[in-house]
């Protein structure tokens, strides 16, 4: 079965532009969660999607966003880029959101490398 | 605020030593916690616990959760070389995962 799949895997952008990340979650998964690693501030929480919906978001800003689509495939988009930006991004897939089964488990993909200069 | 907090911060050890790995947590809605290893790539599952008390195993790596202390270890016996990374513990509040800092693990030959 295949993994968790992210593109692009390494992006460089200057301040203020956009950027769009993806994630095809293994098949079969349908939620879909993203982080965002960094040295300083570690593996932090950007949101979760279920079936199409946002059900659980972390504390980032309004510039952070996300959606999924009827495929499970999600993006992730980050408007107006600043230095700080530049992360880790991770996306991990789950069969059921919030790790409801005992047995279920969050794998992560590969991550998207952004570096914001 | 929720918090989840990890010590040591990094250790270093000789091959065959056993290590043990702390994770405190303060967190709502609790739901499990989660172990992950990570070298240099994405995290990869290690456990996920939920009930105090219960002891989980895989190879030379076992943990246990106290859910009245709030508070998990990780155990690596018997290290090797390929046991160096960084270990991450996580709490699990219904999909949304609050990540500890981790432990960097350095096992010498």
């Known amino acids: 079965k295949a993994g968790v799949t992210q593109t692009p895997r390494y992006l460089i952008k200057t301040r203020g532009q956009q950027v769009t990340l993806s994630c095809s979650p293994i098949?079969?998964?349908?939620?879909v969660s993203w982080y965002q690693q960094t040295p300083g501030q570690g593996l932090q929480f950007l949101f979760e999607?279920?079936?199409?919906?946002?059900?659980n978001k972390g504390n980032f800003p309004g510039r952070f966003s996300g959606r999924q689509f009827s495929n499970s495939r999600s993006e992730m988009n980050v408007s107006t880029l600043e230095l700080g930006d530049s992360a880790l991004y991770l996306c991990?897939?789950?069969?059921?959101?919030?790790?409801?089964?005992?047995?279920?488990?969050?794998?992560f993909g590969p991550g998207t490398r952004l570096t914001v200069l | 605020e929720d918090k989840v907090v990890q010590s040591p911060l990094s250790l270093v050890v000789h091959e065959g030593d056993t290590v043990t790995l702390n994770c405190s947590y303060e967190?709502?809605?609790?739901?499990?916690l989660l172990w992950y290893k990570q070298e240099k790539k994405a995290p990869t599952f290690l456990f996920m616990l939920?009930?105090?008390?219960i002891e989980k195993k895989s190879g030379r790596l076992s943990s246990i959760l106290d859910k009245k202390e709030l508070f998990s270890i990780l155990n690596i016996t018997a290290t090797q070389t390929g046991d160096s990374a960084v270990y991450l513990c996580a709490s699990d509040s219904w999909g949304k995962l609050q990540f500890g800092a981790g432990t960097q693990v350095v096992v010498t030959p």
């Open positions: 991990a897939s789950s069969t059921v959101p919030g790790l409801a089964d005992p047995t279920d488990t969050q794998y």
């Open positions: 967190v709502t809605n609790f739901r499990s």
């Open positions: 999607y279920f079936s199409e919906t946002q059900r």
């Open positions: 098949s079969g998964h349908r939620s």
């Open positions: 939920t009930s105090s008390g």
